[in-house]
Structure formats: structure tokens, C-alpha cells
């Protein structure tokens, strides 16, 4: 049993869609960072318990068991991200938070091909109570 957050900006297909793609791709690189400096400062990137990834405007965070103080690691992320998503970038988050079966499976990759699987009801859980 693992822990899964899946956490979405709200309204960016329609925010881009009235910028320039300059913009846009500024936009997304800020909130980006913004993320990899909440995980670093929150000492995560050194974390053997916690782990994550960034996909466009999406954030997957979830912990190698299912224990109170991984929890409140995720929780603690998550309430840093959405402050920092409202304060400096704009862009408004909803998400979900799950609990159950969840494996990210590492795969060789080409280098222009790259793969990644995630798979479990805790990310399935997560992905539908953010929408």
C-alpha cells in the first residue's frame, strides 16, 4: 500500500490558448520550478521514502509505504505547492490524494523514446478525485 497525490493546474489548456507559445512554455518552466525548489528545500530530493515526477502542468507524488510520517511528508508538499502555485505563479491546482496499490516502473529508454509505467487503484483513485 502506497500513498499517491495527483495534482493538475486548473484552466491551463484554456490559459495557453491565449498566450504566446513563449509565454506558455515560460509559464510551465516557472511552475516547474517553483516544484523542484519546494522538493529541494523540503529536503525530498535526498529522500529514499518519497518520490515524484512532473508531467506538463501535472504533478505525481507518492511514498514507498503507507506510514503516517510519509503522509505527512506528501501532505506537507502538496499544501507548499499549492501556496507557491497561487502566490507566485498563478495557476491554480486541484488534485487527489490516494491510498492503495501503486508501482512506477522504471524502464531502459531510448534517448529519443522514453518510457515510464505507472500503475495501481492509488493512482487511478488519485487521477479521478482531482477532476
Known amino acids: 500500500m502506497r500513498y499517491v497525490a495527483f495534482i493538475d493546474t486548473l484552466g491551463f489548456k484554456q490559459r495557453i490558448t491565449k498566450i504566446s507559445h513563449e509565454e506558455a512554455v515560460e509559464v510551465i518552466r516557472q511552475f516547474n520550478q517553483s516544484i523542484y525548489n519546494i522538493w529541494?528545500?523540503?529536503?525530498?530530493?535526498?529522500?529514499?521514502?518519497?518520490r515524484g515526477r512532473t508531467f506538463s502542468d501535472?504533478?505525481?507524488?507518492?511514498?514507498?509505504?503507507?506510514s503516517k510520517e510519509e503522509l505527512e511528508k506528501i501532505?506537507?508538499?502538496?499544501?507548499?505547492?499549492?501556496?507557491?502555485?497561487?502566490?507566485?505563479?498563478?495557476?491554480p491546482l486541484r488534485g487527489g490524494l490516494a491510498n492503495g496499490s501503486f508501482d512506477d516502473i522504471q524502464a531502459i529508454e531510448f534517448d529519443n523514446l522514453q518510457k515510464g509505467l505507472l500503475v495501481g487503484t492509488a493512482f487511478i483513485d488519485a487521477y479521478l478525485l482531482e477532476s
Open 40 to 50: 529541494r528545500d523540503m529536503g525530498l530530493d535526498r529522500d529514499e521514502t518519497i
Open 58 to 66: 501535472s504533478v505525481i507524488v507518492h511514498s514507498q509505504d503507507d
Open 75 to 91: 501532505i506537507k508538499f502538496l499544501i507548499n505547492i499549492y501556496k507557491e502555485s497561487i502566490i507566485n505563479c498563478d495557476l
